[in-house]
């Protein structure tokens, strides 16, 4: 069983950056991979960045985002630069169990899910 919490959240104006992360439980969190999704109202959730359980793989849905692990530190980060109205959302932190060969996956692929954090982009 792994728990996740996000932080770091919050207002935000256009083309600032905010650095999310994920703490989780446990003392397997390496061998787990890792995901940041989000959530707009009336969307589907959506994947933004992935990496594996070593930190050797990883997808980012765009370059503006960049996702890390310290695993010294069951912690998981996504920075985020440049951020537009479009970014707006709930970012959640999901894990699973590590899978070779690595693909980022989708919503379904990820058992264990945080709460969310909401970030807002205003204009």
């Known amino acids: 069983q792994v728990q996740l919490v996000e932080s770091g959240g919050g207002l935000v104006q256009a083309g600032g950056s905010l650095m999310l992360s994920c703490a989780a439980s446990g003392r397997t969190f390496s061998t787990y991979d890792q995901g940041w999704f989000r959530q707009a109202p009336g969307k589907e959730r959506e994947l933004v960045a992935a990496v594996s359980r070593t930190g050797g793989s990883s997808y980012t849905v765009d370059g503006r985002f960049i996702i890390y692990r310290d695993n010294a530190k069951n912690t998981v980060y996504l920075q985020m630069n440049s951020l537009n109205a479009g970014d707006t959302a709930v970012y959640y932190c999901?894990?699973?169990?590590?899978?070779?060969?690595w693909g980022a996956g989708r919503p379904r692929d990820y058992d264990y899910w945080g709460q969310g954090t909401q970030v807002t982009v205003s204009s």
């Open positions: 999901a894990a699973r169990r590590g899978v070779d060969p």
